[in-house]
Nanobody
Framework: QVQLVESGGGLVQSVGSLRLACAAS????????MGWFRQDPGKERECVSA????????YYTNSVQGRFTISRDNAKNTVYLQVNRLNPKDTADYYC????????????????????WGQGTQVTVSS
């Protein structure tokens, strides 16, 4: 069983930054492809970013391209999402997800692709 714990959310003013972290309770985090999703009440869950096991492949949804950066430190079993130039439309609960995969380079974009989820961390951006 994999447990994921997100941290780093909070209230921030527009154009501010946060660094979200997802700590995974696994022996070998490098066996998991990871993703960050967000969901605002009344809206569909959206894949914000994803990263392959070896970090060689990443994905960003168009609205965060150039502002968000996903990274991972497999030695620390942690995945990060640096979120810069935030705007009120980024307000949501942010969730970390993990999926074991034999592929070192594949990243997954659909929520249904993932097996494990964290409890989420809230990001609120004020204008």
């Amino acid at each position: 069983q994999v447990q994921l714990v997100e941290s780093g959310g909070g209230l921030v003013q527009s154009v501010g930054s946060l660094r979200l972290a997802c700590a995974a309770s696994v022996r070998a985090c490098n066996m998991y492809s990871m993703g960050w999703f967000r969901q605002d009440p009344g809206k569909e869950r959206e894949c914000v970013s994803a990263i392959s096991r070896n970090a060689a492949q990443t994905y960003y949804t168009n609205s965060v391209q150039g502002r968000f950066t996903i990274s991972r430190d497999n030695a620390k079993n942690t995945v990060y999402l640096q979120v810069n130039r935030l705007n009120p439309k980024d307000t949501a609960d942010y969730y970390c997800a993990a999926r074991a995969t034999p592929s070192k380079t594949k990243r997954f974009l659909r929520g249904s692709d993932y097996d494990y989820w964290g409890q989420g961390t809230q990001v609120t951006v004020s204008s």
